[in-house]
């Protein structure tokens, strides 16, 4: 049947239809967002669980027009309280109701998210211009969580419009006028051979074709490639697997995931040994192998797409594990290298000069400054050497903001690692041992320092950068402010609670795993002379940022310029922090409880079965996974202890501990260094530090 419109009507014999407008605009106009401007039906963050559309119009359905003259609130569903959920912002097109209407699509909670299928049938059509991703507990809706899914071609896409009548004259004067200026630049240039040498400057302008600076070029459909658009896409990762005696992989299968984004994706490797993701910007994601050949150890790594690029990664299965480990013989108190490590040099820092000896890029020590906000890294510092960054750049080079708390708080992101930690006899003597792998080795294996409130292991935890600040009725972790003091641990425990679900002060699960990895890294146990006396001879605390020029792991002996470990300034003296789930039980013993939440009274603590011996200097300490290290003998000189650092003791009327020293504790203070208090102590020496794991 043949169609035509439009023409008059004469006694109803020339009825034109909506969808006889739609076939005739679906002719010549693309369905997808106007691309000018480039905020046209955007969607943006309003830190709460609202999102803004904004303004704009685009065309739907083959030919249908929809049009948003305002900034338009759309309300996100609160979050589940355990599972991740994925909701889809869509444009929809409903024949029912005649109408054109932007909505929120709710994706069905689950542990591993995915967002809803559109709908495109006879009577709906859907343009999906977002994808919002909404963690387990989340109470607010940061950009982080916003995936802008208007240029793909598959959901929704960009529709260019028609072109307008252009008046020609103006157009072909204003050529002309560009020609001349050109011509008046070029003809100094072209000397002798003046064809020649503008042949030689055309080819220059093609060969820039799709590069860098260059002119765009053309895909087969005479589009401009995505890539080369100033667009915000995923980026990609191809994972290629390796095994490191050539033999075969067949099988092996790649997961990606992203707690916080709910992300958890698993493909198989080709004939080649690779696949292909597509990731979100700006997010880290813990990559693992699964279903490799029993004849193989596991592989992990982590990474982070940044600027739609494309990202390779090599996974390589070894015939043995990697495990890096340390042991101190318990009567002589000397400490060797184990495992992987057997031929290892410690880091070292003299005279405030740092080498990193055998542990220049290893994954043990693969720790990542960055603005955390909502347990979600915003961005990441700029690297500018081994172990040293520029806090005011982000890694992009952009500029940061690492004072106002508005980007967030300053941490240090560190990947997940297995371990285990106790004491063994063997034919060589009685050892204290702490192993570190990328993977669980058997069931004795544990990963208590990564672990949500809800006892999961989450791929990483952020420590912080700085000692704490209390702004705005919440502990922060920013530069350039006095580190706040004179707080009641449960008002410090208050105040790191008041930033969401993750965020606690420093604990014992953490701050020992991190005691380990010091002893491990430098291959000792007095952390003043293996790293630096800190802020321990000094008449006040400092500021914090002082030492943001200063690798991630650094220290001196002056005992006033302050030291850091993993990026945290200060991890020992300066100020005494808080240190949650250890403390004195009525049996005489430590208790422990392995992650928040925490309390003043140790209810639900946990019997260490260790003795809290006499206040003295720290000379063993005991070991077990759940409470990680100690203290279990002291001596009474210095000169005769082994970890160089005082334990105050443990008491009912001074249950809770106060870690690290502070400005004026000269040789007590250290790693290990333990102060007794009440509850209700406050002092200027003590302040509390940020620590942060996903839920």
Known sequence: MEHYMPFGSSTSDRKTTSADFARYFGAFIGDGVLVNPSTNL????????TVTVKAGMGFINSGYFYYNDGDLTLTIDVADGTLNRKDNIVIRWDINTRSVTAQV?????????????????????????????????????????????RANSSVCGYSTGVLQQIDATTLFNQFSDAFTTWFDEIKGQLGTDPAGNLQNQIDAIIASKGAANGIASLDADAHVPKEQLNLNFTGHLIVHVASSDSGSVTGTKVRIRNEQLGSNYVQTIDA?????????DNHTYYVVLLDYPSSYYGAAATV??????????????????????????????VLEYTDGAAAFEPMTVTDGVFHAGSWENQWAADVKPCLLKNIVVQYYIKKTGIYLYDYEHQANGTSSDIRTGADGDVMNELPLAYYKTGIETTGEGTFGYFRLAKEPQDDTWC?????????????????????????????RSLCGVAPTVNHTIGEFRTYANANGAGYEQANLTKVQYLCNLMILFFKGVDSQVKIGKGVTSAPAAINTGTMNDKPLFWGDQTGTNGMKFMGIENFYGNVRKWLDGVGYLATNNFGYKIHAPFNDDRTGYTDSGVAIPTGNWINRMSRANGYGMLPSATVAAEADSRYKDY?????????????GGYWSTGSYAGAFYWADGTVSYTGTSIGASLFATPQ
């Open 272 to 280: 080649l040994g690779n696949t292909t993701f597509s990731l979100l």
């Open 447 to 475: 990963a208590n320092a990564y672990l949500s409130n809800s006892s999961v292991v989450q791929d990483t935890i952020y420590l912080p950068a700085y000692d704490g600040f209390v702004l705005d009725g919440k502990l």
């Open 42 to 49: 955007q969607v943006i963050s309003n830190s709460n669980m």
């Open 105 to 149: 699509v709710k994706g069905t909670p689950a542990s591993s998210a995915v967002a809803p299928a559109l709908v495109r049938t006879n009577e709906q059509h859907d343009l999906k211009i977002a994808e919002i991703s909404i963690p387990a507990g989340a109470t607010s809706i940061p950009q982080a969580y916003i995936t802008d899914t």
């Open 304 to 333: 982070t797409i940044t600027g739609g690029e494309t990202q390779e990664l090599t996974l390589t299965l070894d015939t043995t594990p990697h495990i890096v480990g340390i042991r101190q013989n318990i009567d002589t108190g």
């Open 647 to 659: 334990f105050y003791g443990l008491s009912s009327s001074d249950p809770i501990v106060a870690w």
